[in-house]
């Protein structure tokens, strides 16, 4: 069975930096692409970053570009995202996922889907004043 927990979430203020992290178990961890979501309240679930299933691949949103690092740790099965420059408006419950079929893919078109990915977290929230 499938596990991800997220950790690291809270409160900053704007320009500051957080650290996202997801403990991954069930399954081969490096076998499979892993994402990042968030969900402000009110709002859909919105694809933040995605990273292949080496670490050599990584994608992300247009709004977070520049700001924010995916990076995984195939020895621990673990995935972080590295925030900076936070801003009020990254304010969101943060999903960590892994995709459900193992299918190797580094197109960022595939990171990005929603539906790619079949086991999520529980979500940790984030939250950025101004």
């Known amino acids: 069975q499938v596990q991800l927990v997220e950790s690291g979430g809270g409160l900053v203020q704007a320009g500051g930096s957080l650290r996202l992290s997801c403990a991954a178990s069930?399954?081969?961890?490096?076998?499979?692409?892993m994402g990042w979501f968030r969900q402000a309240p009110g709002k859909e679930r919105m694809f933040v970053g995605g990273?292949?299933?080496?670490?050599?691949?990584?994608y992300y949103a247009d709004s977070v570009k520049g700001r924010f690092t995916i990076s995984r740790d195939n020895a621990k099965n673990m995935v972080y995202l590295q925030m900076n420059s936070l801003k009020p408006e990254d304010t969101a419950v943060y999903y960590c996922?892994?995709?459900?079929?193992?299918?190797?893919?580094?197109?960022?078109?595939?990171?990005?889907?929603?539906?790619?990915?079949?086991?999520w977290g529980q979500g940790t929230q984030v939250t950025v004043s101004s």
């Open positions: 996922a892994q995709e459900g079929t193992r299918t190797y893919s580094s197109d960022g078109s595939y990171l990005e889907q929603r539906g790619n990915y079949d086991y």
């Open positions: 069930g399954r081969t961890f490096n076998h499979y692409a």
């Open positions: 990273i292949n299933w080496s670490g050599g691949t990584t």
